[in-house]
């Protein structure tokens, strides 16, 4: 079944869909990760894309079992790849990737240049784009996940906690990698899951520290977790954020944050400790930064990104406030960033 890739631009792209047969639309990305397809078609920072796979070869080692994934569900709008690969050898999948996307109705297409697209992307900007396919009448309705706030579409419910040691985190999520409280967990820390708009301390919470997660959009849409922060914050309660969580943490303290040309989306990464020189690789999923130049109230720049030397991260020079743009959970790695969990457990 043909289907066509087009852009905000006009430009359009011819594949073949592997996906479900359905239309759909949102703002196209790339991510430069060589494995790892998995995870980012179920983190939630995806979530209002059409994401774009650089590496050339999707689909090889299938679809593991449901506890592998980052959130409950595929979150992409769409997926583009080059060459996919539709007999899946490895000796945890249960399922080709394709068939993975048709029983959640996402759109996908293959045989598209991912080189070229994504040289286009670097070069005029992620842009709005759908996916259609040529035997169906339906047109996909221009979605943009930046034109509201979406964390309502990808938050928790309710409350809820895992694990049972002493040290007592809330995770507010806007949106988190599954990995997180995974990661938290093995650390020996219980972990109560709360919703974006959520103030732990407004509902009486007893807790020792606060997390802020990663999630999509456009930071500054999510007012309420803003203003919970700034009454973390107030209060001195040890608060660390993970790359929405930094942006959100950075607006909360007075600076500014702006939209990236194209992103920073892959497990390649480098960023370099501004105090120690150590220098590290990561895993990163953002759309959004924040503007180190407009940090005051004793903040200062953490981590700063090696390609382009755009902020990375940010921390308080005195009080239990700290945040990476990059994300310590990382699956599938790299790990060098894990370390960051255990500074911000020592910190209570």
Same mark, same amino acid.
């Given at each position: 079944?043909?289907?066509?890739?087009?852009?905000?631009?006009?430009?359009?792209?011819?594949?073949?869909?592997?996906?479900?047969?359905?239309?759909?639309?949102?703002?196209?990305?790339?991510?430069?990760?060589?494995?790892?397809?998995?995870?980012?078609?179920?983190?939630?920072?995806?979530?209002?894309?059409?994401?774009?796979?650089?590496?050339?070869?999707?689909?090889?080692?299938?679809?593991?079992?449901?506890?592998?994934?980052?959130?409950?569900?595929?979150?992409?709008?769409?997926?583009?790849?080059?060459?996919?690969?539709?007999?899946?050898?490895?000796?945890?999948?249960?399922?080709?990737?394709?068939?993975?996307?048709?029983?959640?109705?996402?759109?996908?297409?293959?045989?598209?240049?991912?080189?070229? /697209?994504?040289?286009?992307?670097?070069?005029? *900007?992620?842009? #709005? &784009?759908?996916?259609? %396919?040529?035997?169906? $009448?339906?047109?996909?309705?221009?979605?943009?996940?930046?034109?509201?706030?979406?964390?309502?579409?990808?938050?928790?419910?309710?409350?809820?906690?895992?694990?049972?040691?002493?040290?007592?985190?809330?995770?507010?999520?806007?949106?988190?990698?599954?990995?997180?409280?995974?990661?938290?967990?093995?650390?020996?820390?219980?972990?109560?899951?709360?919703?974006?708009?959520?103030?732990?301390l407004k509902e009486g919470?007893?807790?020792d520290g606060v997390l802020?997660?990663?999630?999509?959009?456009?930071?500054?849409?999510?007012?309420?977790?803003?203003?919970?922060?700034?009454?973390? /914050?107030?209060?001195?309660?040890?608060?660390? *954020?993970?790359? #929405? &969580?930094?942006?959100? %943490?950075?607006?909360? $303290?007075?600076?500014?944050?702006?939209?990236?040309?194209?992103?920073?989306?892959?497990?390649?990464?480098?960023?370099?400790?501004?105090?120690?020189?150590?220098?590290?690789?990561?895993?990163?999923?953002?759309?959004?930064?924040?503007?180190?130049?407009?940090?005051?109230?004793?903040?200062?720049?953490?981590?700063?990104?090696?390609?382009?030397?755009?902020?990375?991260?940010?921390?308080?020079?005195?009080?239990?406030?700290?945040?990476?743009?990059?994300?310590?959970?990382?699956?599938?790695?790299?790990?060098?960033?894990?370390?960051?969990?255990?500074?911000?457990?020592?910190?209570?």
């Amino acid at each position: 079944m043909v289907g066509n890739l087009i852009l905000a631009d006009g430009t359009t792209l011819e594949g073949e869909s592997f996906g479900a047969p359905i239309s759909s639309s949102g703002e196209v990305v790339f991510n430069t990760g060589m494995a790892g397809y998995v995870e980012s078609l179920t983190d939630p920072s995806y979530f209002g894309q059409i994401l774009v796979l650089t590496y050339p070869i999707i689909g090889s080692y299938g679809v593991p079992k449901k506890e592998d994934f980052e959130s409950g569900k595929i979150q992409v709008k769409g997926l583009i790849v080059q060459n996919y690969i539709d007999q899946p050898s490895h000796y945890q999948s249960i399922k080709s990737l394709g068939d993975w996307l048709k029983e959640e109705g996402i759109p996908a297409l293959s045989g598209i240049d991912t080189r070229a /697209l994504t040289t286009k992307l670097r070069v005029k *900007g992620a842009m #709005l &784009g759908g996916i259609e %396919l040529r035997v169906s $009448s339906e047109k996909s309705v221009p979605y943009d996940p930046n034109s509201e706030n979406v964390l309502p579409h990808v938050s928790v419910k309710e409350v809820k906690t895992f694990g049972d040691g002493k040290k007592h985190i809330v995770l507010i999520h806007c949106g988190a990698k599954e990995n997180i409280v995974r990661s938290l967990v093995k650390r020996g820390v219980r972990v109560s899951v709360v919703p974006w708009d959520f103030n732990p301390l407004k509902e009486g919470l007893d807790f020792d520290g606060v997390l802020v997660s990663n999630g999509p959009g456009d930071p500054k849409r999510a007012q309420e977790s803003i203003e919970t922060i700034k009454a973390l /914050l107030a209060q001195g309660v040890p608060t660390f *954020g993970i790359c #929405l &969580g930094s942006q959100l %943490l950075a607006l909360a $303290s007075g600076a500014d944050t702006y939209k990236l040309k194209f992103g920073h989306r892959g497990q390649n990464q480098p960023v370099i400790d501004l105090k120690t020189k150590q220098a590290i690789i990561t895993s990163q999923n953002h759309g959004f930064a924040v503007d180190g130049k407009t940090l005051s109230n004793g903040w200062e720049e953490w981590f700063q990104n090696l390609n382009d030397g755009t902020n990375e991260g940010i921390r308080h020079k005195t009080k239990p406030f700290l945040a990476a743009q990059f994300h310590p959970e990382a699956t599938p790695g790299p790990t060098d960033a894990g370390k960051l969990f255990d500074e911000f457990l020592s910190l209570i």
